[in-house]
């Protein structure tokens, strides 16, 4: 499975859009389908389109989210209940939703359920393409595109394959949360590699990588254990 597909449903077109830049920034592999504001069409387009998740609002005019969750002859996808109130999480277990967000959704949070539901639809990240937006524009490389990144103020440098660089107006530490750990590493608080893409290990300069491109990391002390166990 390449994505998460994903529809957002909430009667606000402000939450939508909120939601949606937050998905987009922080959560890669999720891939929204469609957008729904009238809950009315909601049910039609869910059984057409067949996602593997779905946010739902609950308070909304015409049908609520539990109303629409009834209708619905199957529900083998992840229902992600998004909610300004916390009143509805005893009757949100009885429809075995996924989980719930609180309105409004803070990072950490969305995160949490991010990383959860990739581990439950088992999103591998050799067979996922890493989403990064710059400017407006979204890019997207396969994993073993990026060789490294080096933290330069509150500006990141990503360096590709191909000799190509990619700036970034966002610290490196927001760039790694979006980058499977499985093959990344922040061996010093300036750097992070990708493990695939070392060709030495030189203990000898105070602990040093290189990486497939001829560009030179150095390791943290406190990071050489870990960085030597990852190799082997």
């Given at each position: 499975m390449n994505s998460?597909?994903?529809?957002?449903?909430?009667?606000?077109?402000?939450?939508i859009q909120s939601l949606q830049w937050k998905l987009c920034r922080y959560c890669p592999h999720i891939e929204i389908i469609d957008t729904i504001s009238d809950p009315l069409n909601a049910v039609k387009v869910i059984e057409k389109t067949k996602p593997d998740c779905v946010f739902i609002d609950i308070k909304m005019p015409n049908l609520t989210g539990f109303d629409i969750l009834k209708a619905l002859h199957q529900k083998n996808f992840c229902v992600i209940i998004t909610s300004a109130f916390e009143d509805y999480a005893l009757k949100a277990i009885r429809f075995s939703v996924f989980d719930y967000l609180l309105k409004p959704i803070d990072k950490d949070d969305l995160l949490r359920v991010y990383k959860k539901l990739c581990e439950t639809i088992n999103i591998t990240s050799a067979s996922v393409r890493i989403k990064l937006c710059v400017n407006g524009v979204i890019h997207f490389f396969k994993k073993d595109e990026i060789i490294m990144l080096k933290a330069e103020g509150n500006y990141t440098k990503i360096f590709l394959s191909n000799n190509r660089k990619l700036f970034l107006s966002r610290t490196l530490k927001e760039i790694i949360e979006l980058l499977p750990s499985s093959c990344f590493f922040r061996i010093h608080n300036s750097y992070c590699i990708n493990l695939s893409h070392v060709q030495e290990y030189r203990k000898n300069q105070g602990g040093v990588v290189i990486m497939s491109n001829?560009?030179?990391?150095?390791?943290?002390r406190n990071r050489k254990s870990e960085f030597l166990m990852k190799m082997h």
């Open positions: 998460i597909k994903s529809i957002l449903i909430d009667d606000e077109e402000d939450a001829g560009q030179h990391a150095s390791i943290s």
